[in-house]
C-alpha cells in the first residue's frame, strides 16, 4: 500500500489538492491506480524466468461526470500514474513493449464513480526512414500509429538492429518477414516472405510462409499487425 500512498502524495503536491475535492464523491485516483496494477498483473506474459511483459497502453474508462471534473487535470494525473506504474513494473520484473500511455474516456453505460480499464500491449516501432520517403513511397506498412516505406528491393522487418524496421515486439524475430517491392505503377507488385521465424506470420487470417499482396493486406508477426498501402491511383492493384 506504500506505493499506492506515494503516488496520491504526489498528485496532490501536483495539483494542489484541487483535485481531491473534486472528486470527493466519485471515482478516486488511487482507485484508478491501483487498477492499471491489477491489469498489469493478470495480463502479464512469461518472457523469461524473471522477465513477464504486460500492456503498456492503457485506456481508462469513465462516466461523463467523472470525465468532466477529471478534465483540468488529467495531464497532470496521468503524468502521475505513468511514474507509479513503471515503479510497480520495476518491482515486479515486468517489461513494457512501448511507451507507457495511458488515456481518459467517456463510457455512457457507467455512473459516477464507477470505471474500468482497457489495455493493450503495442510495441515500439523504429526504422531509419525519413519524413519525405514515407510521403514519396508508393507502397508503406501502417502498423502500431506509424507509416513505414517499402523501397522498391527488400525490406526486413524483425526485432533486431539489423532490420530495416525494427518492432519491440518480444513475439517477432530478430529478422522475421522480408517485404519485396518489384515494378513501378499500375505494375507495382508486393510479396512477402518468413524469413524462418520462430513464430511464423498470418496473411490476412492465414497462415503462411510466402504469398504476393494487395492494398489492404494485413500481416501479423507476434502481437503486431503490419497494413499494406499501396498508393497509386486505383489502390487494388
Do not use: W
Not at 75 to 94: C, F, I, K
Not at 97 to 121: K, W, Y
Not at 196 to 204: E, F, I, K, W
Amino acid at each position: 500500500m506504500g506505493a499506492l500512498q506515494n503516488f496520491e502524495r504526489r498528485l496532490e503536491q501536483a495539483i494542489s489538492g484541487a483535485f481531491a475535492k473534486a472528486f470527493r464523491s466519485a471515482v478516486q485516483p488511487v482507485e484508478i491506480a491501483a487498477a492499471l496494477q491489477r491489469e498489469c498483473d493478470n495480463n502479464a506474459q512469461i518472457l523469461s524466468r524473471n522477465r513477464r511483459m504486460v500492456p503498456n497502453r492503457f485506456h481508462v474508462e469513465l462516466s461523463e461526470p467523472d470525465l468532466q471534473r477529471l478534465a483540468p487535470y488529467d495531464s497532470a494525473m496521468e503524468a502521475e500514474l505513468r511514474t507509479q506504474l513503471q515503479e510497480h513494473a520495476d518491482n515486479q520484473g515486468y517489461v513494457f513493449p512501448g511507451e507507457i500511455s495511458i488515456g481518459f474516456e467517456s463510457a455512457e453505460d457507467l455512473t459516477t464513480g464507477r470505471f474500468r480499464i482497457r489495455s493493450e500491449a503495442q510495441a515500439r516501432v523504429r526504422s531509419n526512414a525519413t519524413h519525405t520517403q514515407v510521403r514519396r513511397a508508393t507502397a508503406l506498412v501502417e502498423v502500431n500509429g506509424t507509416e513505414q516505406p517499402l523501397h522498391p528491393g527488400t525490406t526486413v522487418v524483425g526485432r533486431g538492429t539489423e532490420a530495416d524496421i525494427r518492432i519491440n515486439d518480444p513475439g517477432v524475430s530478430r529478422r522475421h518477414i522480408e517485404f519485396e517491392v518489384t515494378g513501378t505503377g499500375e505494375h507495382l507488385q508486393l510479396r512477402v516472405s518468413d524469413l524462418g521465424s520462430t513464430n511464423g506470420m498470418l496473411v490476412d487470417g492465414h497462415r503462411i510462409t510466402t504469398t504476393g499482396l494487395r492494398h489492404g493486406s494485413q500481416v501479423k508477426i507476434g502481437n503486431t499487425t503490419l497494413t499494406v498501402r499501396i498508393v497509386t491511383e486505383d489502390a487494388d492493384v
